[in-house]
């Protein structure tokens, strides 16, 4: 099992959380809220309106998600839905509890301020001009940014792909 820390889409709320849960895809267990211990740019870039953390450590916000335990399969189908590793690189990256919630075995409960480790799905292919857009601490896909996302089914059956 590993754990993996979600940004973006993936969060309880948002688009594509429901992927996490998807039995198909492997198995998630939801285990805490989280920050980031180092500043990283969380930017919302393309036509699609999708969240990218730029692997630009020291710039930015200290980044606000979730860490999930997931199974070999579940990992396996996110590597591929985060088009890792051309779009995204799945890196280590250190991170404060802020809320525990898993109901996992006792020496896996990390308390509230606690630093642990997961993966995340960032990226060092952007564009020139992403480093300089909003960062934001926190992504939520009906924030007041007004930057809809566009769900990739919707994406795909237009026949375009991310760019």
């Not at 996490?20 to 180092?38: C, I, P, V, Y």
């Not at 606000?64 to 088009?83: C, H, N, P, Q, T």
Request: charged content about 30%.
């Amino acid at each position: 099992m590993a754990r993996v820390f979600v940004y973006g889409t993936l969060k309880r709320g948002q688009p594509n959380n429901y992927r996490m849960f998807d039995l198909s895809n492997g198995k998630a267990e939801l285990l805490a809220s989280a920050r980031t211990t180092q500043k990283y740019p969380l930017i919302i870039a393309t036509k699609y309106n999708i969240p990218f953390l730029l692997n630009i450590p020291g710039e930015g916000h200290r980044v606000r998600g979730e860490i999930y335990k997931v199974d070999d399969k579940m990992l396996a189908f996110l590597d591929d839905f985060e088009s890792c590793p051309h779009m995204y690189q799945r890196n280590l990256v250190k991170l404060e509890v802020e809320e525990w919630m898993g109901k996992g075995d006792e020496e896996e409960k990390v308390a509230a301020g606690s630093i642990t480790e997961a993966f995340v799905y960032s990226t060092t292919t952007y564009q020139p001009d992403w480093p300089s857009l909003h960062s934001y601490e926190s992504y939520d896909s009906h924030g007041d940014h007004g930057l809809e996302y566009e769900i990739r089914e919707s994406r795909e059956r237009r026949g375009t792909e991310d760019d």
